[in-house]
């Protein structure tokens, strides 16, 4: 039996529906007796609207799904925790002026990507949740968000000039997270502990984002684990004119992404309503993993 991942990954382009496909896959784990949590990681979170309840930047329950939790991480309250901590030793140890210092080096993009990995980072250190699902940001900041703790010697090194500072915080800070940040990436770059997940659209650039985004995260020691093709047009709709033309577009990339992404993969249909709410989020998950597996190549009719 296939073993279930600890922690699952969902990327790709905006608007391929990502978010509505990580929440599926959040309640079918849920509703198999597993305590799932599943985080955004997304500035344009929208886990509120897809639950049809306020989360927000805390862990909350998930209203008619036991074991199920959500969060959604706000970059602006995660930056301000992170920038308390790496400040706080020196508030106490070091005057105004040095604080008042610190404060404007911490004051950069870096940071701010640096406290949303420390905040993902807490839930793979933790043993609290059976499988956590993380729903990422668009696929370029996500793999910059994961290329930032690899090579600490480099952060380690620019610390030690000058001021110790760099956009992590003091020296000290840096080798105080280095242990946990060694173990996420140990993580991530296990292939059965970390599953990664792309969600794309039959079209033309989701398909090329996807290609060169598996790249880019093998060279950093990520494997994804399979594709989810989401959008597809049911076969009994083409028979309208205007759905007939796109099937078949649809039809050449589905062919092209046969060829293309040599990756298992799962299709999900275009539905006629809004994926919104636990009774339509369980349909998709339905139709996902309980009527699917995974396969090497999508069947195309003629």
Not at 6 to 18: A, H, L, M, N, W
Not at 192 to 205: D, W
Not at 249 to 255: E, N
Request: charged share 30%.
């Amino acid at each position: 039996m296939k073993k279930t991942p600890r922690f699952i990954f969902f990327s790709g382009k905006g608007g391929v529906g990502k978010t509505s496909m990580a929440s599926s896959t959040a309640v079918y784990y849920a509703e198999k007796g597993l305590k799932t949590l599943i985080v955004t990681t997304d500035p344009a979170a929208n886990l509120s609207d897809v639950f049809e309840q306020q989360i927000g930047h805390k862990v909350t329950a998930i209203e008619g799904v036991s074991n199920l939790l959500a969060m959604e991480i706000d970059s602006d309250e995660a930056t301000a925790e992170y920038r308390e901590r790496a400040l706080a030793p020196i508030r106490e140890a070091f005057g105004d002026e040095m604080v008042t210092i610190m404060e404007e080096q911490l004051n950069s993009p870096c940071t701010e990507e640096m406290a949303s990995f420390d905040k993902f980072t807490d839930f793979m250190d933790t043993d609290e949740y059976d499988i956590v699902i993380f729903d990422t940001a668009p696929t370029g900041h996500t793999i910059r968000l994961l290329e930032l703790p690899v090579d600490w010697s480099k952060h380690i090194e620019e610390s030690s000039k000058g001021s110790g500072q760099t956009c992590m915080g003091p020296v000290q800070n840096i080798q105080d997270s280095k242990d946990k940040y060694d173990r996420a990436v140990k993580l991530l770059q296990d292939k059965e502990e970390t599953h990664f997940i792309f969600v794309l659209q039959p079209e033309a650039t989701p398909i090329k984002e996807t290609i060169r985004s598996a790249k880019e995260l093998g060279e950093i020691g990520i494997n994804t684990t399979e594709v989810i093709v989401n959008g597809i047009l049911p076969e009994e709709e083409l028979l309208n004119p205007f759905f007939k033309k796109r099937g078949e577009m649809q039809k050449r990339y589905l062919q092209q992404i046969n060829t293309e992404i040599p990756l298992p993969k799962r299709k999900m249909q275009l539905l006629a309503e809004e994926i919104r709410g636990v009774e339509i989020l369980e349909k998709v998950a339905d139709q996902l993993y309980n009527q699917q597996e995974a396969v090497n190549q999508i069947e195309i009719s003629n």
